[in-house]
């Protein structure tokens, strides 16, 4: 239902403070919260390596319930302070439809499927 983009939160108060230096963001361009840091795609054209934050419902939910979660958490997504206080972690808000968010789940499990098996990852 939603997604949120970033590389930043885990780490964004210790780059602030000082403890960590930030060599790169895996996004694919700079962000806008720390702007001196480059983007791995500035060193390796292509390269995206971002998590994504979501709500999501169990299969078997109706319909209309799912379209009132969705403009509920999208309604707070789009308030003022909530998106400043995301934006400050380096999260950007974006509001998507359930299909949208369906769609970028499959994308990126497809992605992530053909790393693992391109670096053979096997579970321990």
């Known amino acids: ?9 885990q780490a ?6 000082g403890r960590l230096r930030a060599l ?6 700079r962000v ?9 795609g500035e060193f390796v054209p292509g390269y995206e390596a971002e998590g994504h934050f979501g709500i999501v419902a ?9 379209d009132k979660l969705n403009k509920e ?5 789009v308030d003022p302070k909530t ?3 995301l934006v400050d ?12 968010y369906g769609k970028l789940i499959v994308d990126q499990t497809e992605k992530w499927a053909k790393v693992i098996k391109f670096a053979d990852i096997k579970p321990d």
Do not use: H, W
């Open 1 to 9: 239902m939603q997604g949120a983009f970033s590389t930043v939160p």
């Open 12 to 17: 964004i108060e210790y780059v602030r403070d």
């Open 24 to 29: 790169a963001v895996t996004s694919t361009a």
């Open 32 to 40: 806008d919260v720390l702007p001196d840091v480059p983007s791995m």
């Open 58 to 66: 169990p299969k078997a939910t109706p319909a209309e319930i799912i």
């Open 73 to 77: 958490i999208n309604a707070v997504v």
């Open 83 to 85: 998106k400043a206080q």
């Open 89 to 100: 972690l380096g999260v950007p808000p974006m509001s998507m439809t359930p299909a949208e």
